[in-house]
Every structure is written in C-alpha cells, then in structure tokens.
C-alpha cells in the first residue's frame, strides 16, 4: 500500500506508540487525584503541555487540551464569542475548514452576521476584501493557515495584524500546519490557534488550543476543573502523552523532513504534469505548505480515479463531495472559480515523512494509464 492521505491522518511513529503503550500499562491513574500515583501521572500531563507550548512558542499556561482539531476550533469560535454578546459580526474565508464553515453557519441561524473573504484562482486571499470586512465592531475572526485541500498557506502574521490593528481577535485553524512548519506565537499577533496530534503522526483524539495570556473565553463543556475550567472531563492522558511524543519528532526532524518531503511533492508534480497533458495543480501559484499537492484532470470524475488508485494500493483523497448523489467541486475549489470540468476531476495527494522516492515513481508509473482507461469509458 502507498498512503497518499496524510491530511486525512498520518501514522503514529513508533516512539508515539510505545510512549503511550507505557502510559496505560504504567500511568493509568486519574491526573486529578491528589495521591502519589495521581500526581505523577498529573507530571506526565504538564511535560506534554510543556512539549506543545514549544511547538509554537508559548507558554505551558496557554495551552488547553482538546479531543482534536474540531473541538479546539468549537471553543475558540465559540467560548471566544461568548465574551462579547454585544458584538454580532463574525468573519472568516470562503476556503475555511467544515469545522469553522459550519459554526458559521449555525452562527447566522443565530443572527450573527457572518462574512467571508474570497480566494484569486490560485487560493491567495483578497487582502482589500479582508481589510475592507473587519470593523472595530467585528467580534472575532478565523483564519486557516495552511488549506487542507489545496495546501495554500495564508500570511498569518501580515493578515492578523489587520485584525490586531483594528482591536479584533483572531483565532487560527492551524491544524494543518502545526507539526509540519514553525510557528511562533511571539511574533503572530493572534489570540487562538487550534492544533491537532493526528496530523503530525500523534494518536487521534487529542489536540490543544492555545488561548493567549489574558485572553477570554467560556467553556462549552462543563465539569470538573480541568483545564483551567475551561475544558472539564478526565484528560485523555495516553492521548496527551502520545501527542508530546509527536511533537518530541517533529521539533527534531521538522527542517530535515520538510526539505526531503518537499522534493518528493514537487518531483510527484513536475511527473504527473511531464505524462499527463490534461493534468492541473492547483494552487500553484500561492505559497502552499511542501507536503500537500492537489491535481486535478480535466474531464474525469475524482471518484472514479479514486477507485482505481485504491484498486492499485494508492489511497489519496477527493477535492470533491458527493452531495444529493451527484459529485460536486468542493467548496475550495467552487471559491478558487475553478472550471468545473477541470474540478470534477480533483485529487489531494498529502505526503508524510514515511513515503519514499521508489512510492512516488510506483504511482507515476501507474497513474498515466489508470487515466487513459478513465478517459476512454467516458467517451464512449
């Protein structure tokens, strides 16, 4: 099998698993209890947090421990709202997370108003847009860092400050990022950032959301006074500590695996382009973190080319949704105004610091006749 999903989730690394392997054979006890055995598992805790806090240059009192990506942004947006009632405007961009596009959604229901910033055809944000939308009289905004589909990657420090200058805050969807390249919140001038473990080969079900000193919010799940009371339940300690092992990885092999993943993005790219005329990469033209590639082929179904990678061991994602039984362009690429007949056709291929070159020239080699095959039965 070649895993071409890694945006999706990533593979656990060995040390992840065997780190937390240990914590449920030796570290079973509750974090909260106040004997021995409690507070060393409570220690276990705070290294991880300690370990997330440097990930993006925080402080271990920032950092508020999640289920994952989804919850993380749902009490940013949420608990951040909460603090201003009188303020009813929402901001954020068309090519955001179904994470934040369905709070937004719910927010409006609730009579917000909610705007979002569109994308050029290469995904690169409308800075005027973005400028010209947020008031001293918007209550949040959010912001995706590096897009999960196309892998374009927004100027968080240069668009925050917009939002800074106008006394607004700003929560960001970093979990695509986070792991993957540095992030410093000591020169973002934001006040959230969502961040998930799965994505950078930690376990799923666990994240953090960093909440900048002095910044409020309100809890959506109460309980006990975990977390600051900010997130009340029993911590996912295995979890938690799987996550500081993941992050151990990243911040020691970050610069190495960018630079080696990287090649083998563009080396997939400048192959699929060199053998396959009708083949379009999209975003291109943008910044885009190094290990996502969307391609799309013109006149083809990205589920049909997703049955057939699959048939061949290749798992890769759609850029599309099946909705009322008909494939339709996401809402990423219906945003970039991309041609339908070249978006119908999207494939997200995410590499991980276990794919290799001898992976990338297999799905070159099989890629340009699983197409041909494609392309005649849909002119028939």
């Not at 695509?176 to 934001?190: C, E, F, N, R, Y």
């Amino acid at each position: 099998m070649i895993y071409l999903d890694n945006n999706a989730t990533t593979q656990p690394l060995a040390e992840v698993i065997e780190a937390m392997q240990r914590c449920l054979r030796d570290a079973y006890a509750n974090p909260s209890s106040v004997h021995r055995f409690g507070q060393a598992v409570r220690h276990e805790v705070e290294c991880a947090r300690e370990k997330v806090a440097q990930l993006i240059g925080a402080s271990p009192k920032e950092i508020i421990f999640t289920s994952g990506g989804t919850e993380s942004i749902n009490l940013a947006i949420r608990g951040g709202l909460r603090i201003h009632p009188e303020r009813r405007r929402f901001i954020t961009t068309a090519v955001e997370h179904s994470a934040v596009l369905r709070v937004a959604e719910q927010l409006s229901a609730e009579g917000y108003t909610v705007e979002t910033v569109g994308v050029d055809q290469e995904g690169r944000l409308s800075e005027a847009e973005w400028a010209e939308k947020i008031t001293d009289q918007t209550a949040l905004v959010s912001l995706i860092h590096a897009n999960n589909e196309t892998g374009v990657m927004f100027d968080v420090p240069r668009l925050a400050a917009v939002a800074a200058e106008k006394g607004v805050p700003i929560h960001i969807d970093a979990v695509q990022s986070a792991g993957k390249v540095p992030i410093d919140v000591t020169t973002w001038p934001v006040q959230l950032v969502s961040i998930a473990a799965h994505k950078f080969h930690g376990p799923k079900g666990v994240g953090a959301l960093y909440v900048r000193r002095r910044t409020r919010i309100e809890p959506l799940i109460l309980g006990g006074s975990q977390e600051r009371l900010l997130r009340g339940g029993t911590e996912n300690v295995e979890g938690i500590v799987g996550m500081g092992a993941a992050i151990d990885a990243a911040l020691r092999d970050g610069t190495q695996i960018a630079e080696r993943v990287g090649r083998l993005r563009d080396e997939l790219e400048a192959k699929v382009r060199a053998s396959v005329p009708f083949a379009h990469v999209v975003g291109r033209g943008a910044e885009r973190i190094y290990n996502t590639s969307n391609i799309a082929f013109e006149r083809l179904e990205s589920e049909a080319i997703l049955i057939l990678l699959s048939e061949a061991g290749i798992c890769a994602s759609a850029g599309a949704a099946c909705s009322s039984g008909s494939l339709e362009p996401s809402h990423v690429l219906k945003a970039m105004a991309m041609d339908e007949r070249i978006a119908h056709g999207a494939i997200r291929f995410s590499l991980s610091r276990f794919n290799t070159p001898e992976e990338i020239d297999q799905v070159v080699s099989i890629l340009p006749g699983l197409l041909s095959r494609l392309t005649m039965l849909s002119a028939r």
